[in-house]
T-cell receptor, first 113, second 110 residues
Framework: QQQVKQSPQSLIVQKGGISIINCAYE??????FPWYQQFPGKGPALLIA?????SEKKEGRFTISFNKSAKQFSLHIMDSQPGDSATYFC????????????FGAGTTVTVRA | KAGVTQTPRYLIKTRGQQVTLSCSPI?????VSWYQQTPGQGLQFLFE???????NKGNFPGRFSGRQFSNSRSEMNVSTLELGDSALYLC?????????FGPGTRLTVT
């Protein structure tokens, strides 16, 4: 059973627009929530990560919002660029030193120029 | 620093055969974990090794096994291959909070 549910499966956004990807989890013991970006033919690359004691974290155009009570977190990609076209995965683990990541199903983002 | 390397990048095997995949972690990283990626099941954790010891294991049958050597390089083995084992096998090396994935080995079972 998937411990992390991710939506939407795919999305198309215009250049300069905002891409929003949502994830929900059940296991309240999860303590570390990273997001990965994967291009075709490549392995996933860590984008940004958050701990539950923080409600928001921003790195450049990428922002994670975290709602602990709702057990939900989301990725916002601001000012989306064609180079952001990729598959994005949310994930969760029991801690930053726990290497067993539970991944969401992935969201394919297409940014139209 | 060089990234995570995986060999071979592509592999075609026949049902019933066995296969060994190799992963060389980033220099200094002592943890290596393996994941299977398929269109239907997504990314699923196989196992994790740290200092030559398996620390964690996912829900895969015993046909999937692995090991880690003293230089932190890791291998995973799949015996008695099935068609459903066709997947991208990813290895990630870790040090602290960072987890860095290799490009994967694409295994096709015919």
């Amino acid at each position: 059973q998937q411990q992390v549910k991710q939506s939407p499966q795919s999305l198309i956004v215009q250049k300069g627009g905002i891409s929003i990807i949502n994830c929900a989890y059940e296991n309240t013991a999860f303590d570390y929530f990273p997001w990965y970006q994967q291009f075709p033919g490549k392995g996933p690359a860590l984008l940004i990560a958050i701990r539950p004691d923080v409600s928001e974290k921003k790195e450049g155009r990428f922002t994670i919002s975290f709602n602990k009570s709702a057990k939900q977190f989301s990725l916002h990609i601001m000012d989306s660029q064609p180079g952001d076209s990729a598959t994005y995965f949310c994930a969760a683990s029991l801690g930053s030193n726990d290497y067993k990541l539970s991944f969401g199903a992935g969201t394919t983002v297409t940014v139209r120029a | 620093k060089a990234g995570v390397t995986q060999t071979p990048r592509y592999l075609i095997k026949t049902r019933g055969q066995q296969v060994t995949l190799s992963c060389s972690p980033i220099s200094g990283h002592r943890s290596v974990s393996w994941y299977q990626q398929t269109p239907g099941q997504g990314l699923q954790f196989l196992f994790e090794y740290f200092s030559e010891t398996q620390r964690n294991k996912g829900n895969f049958p015993g046909r999937f096994s692995g090991r880690q050597f003293s230089n932190s390089r890791s291998e995973m083995n799949v015996s008695t291959l099935e068609l459903g084992d066709s997947a991208l096998y990813l290895c990630a090396s870790s040090s602290g909070t960072g987890r860095y994935f290799g490009p994967g080995t694409r295994l096709t079972v015919t």
